[in-house]
């Protein structure tokens, strides 16, 4: 039979149409295996593109990060230092958590769009946004009481007995006063942008 017959063959339709309605117990265990075997490769395919975008050679696949704030983080204590730790850009800038690492991926798509309309493409056009960029990660990381610092750095876990004096007081006053790291640590991977105001500090 072919698909015109199928069309004008009204027994033919009211089969399809009652097998629709009341499927075989095959047809519905057919429908949960593919369902399944879909989900898997969705979930997979989903947790491959989103560990894809979340590590450092991802991040400085375009030269407006290898070239301006990657290259200040390879001087810090971040990149190389005595223990041979290192934070990766998604360590201080991605949420582990899989809620929030879902809203820092969305809010990165306004990133990818700067990136195609050429917002910071050139060195002074980073320059001139710079202090922008910056106080949208300062208010990210405030909001969320520096989440990605405390995955590694504590205060209940600081031996404040080592530390100079100055932080061991700086590091009291803000367990007192319930400060959290962006609020004094805002140059501690990248250089500070000029023009920061008295607030900014």
């Keep these: 039979m072919n698909p015109t017959d199928l069309s004008r063959s009204p027994s033919a339709l009211s089969r399809l149409w009652q097998a629709l309605r009341n499927p075989s117990k095959y047809s519905l265990l057919v ?11 969705f979930w997979g395919g989903f947790h491959a593109a989103l560990e894809a975008t979340n590590n450092e050679t991802f991040c400085i696949s375009c030269h407006e ?48 769009l700067g990136k195609i309309l050429g917002t910071i493409d050139t060195r002074e056009k980073f320059e001139a946004k710079r202090l922008t960029l910056a106080r949208h990660e300062w208010a990210r990381m405030k909001a969320n009481k520096s989440l990605e610092c405390r995955n590694c750095h504590t205060l209940s876990s600081m031996n404040s007995e080592i530390q100079k004096p100055r932080a061991q007081k700086s590091h009291e006053m803000a367990a007192k006063n319930g400060d959290t790291c962006i609020d004094c640590h805002k140059g501690i991977a990248h250089h500070k942008p000029k023009g920061m105001t008295e607030a900014d500090e």
Aim: positive net charge.
């Design 65 to 112: 990060m290898r070239d301006n704030v990657y290259a200040e983080y390879k001087e810090t204590i971040h990149y190389t230092n005595r223990t041979g730790v290192r934070a990766t850009c998604p360590d201080c800038h991605v949420p582990k958590e899989w809620g929030p690492k879902m809203i820092r991926k969305i809010q990165a798509s306004n990133e990818v």
């Design 31 to 41: 429908l949960l295996v593919v369902g399944f075997v879909a989900g898997i490769v």
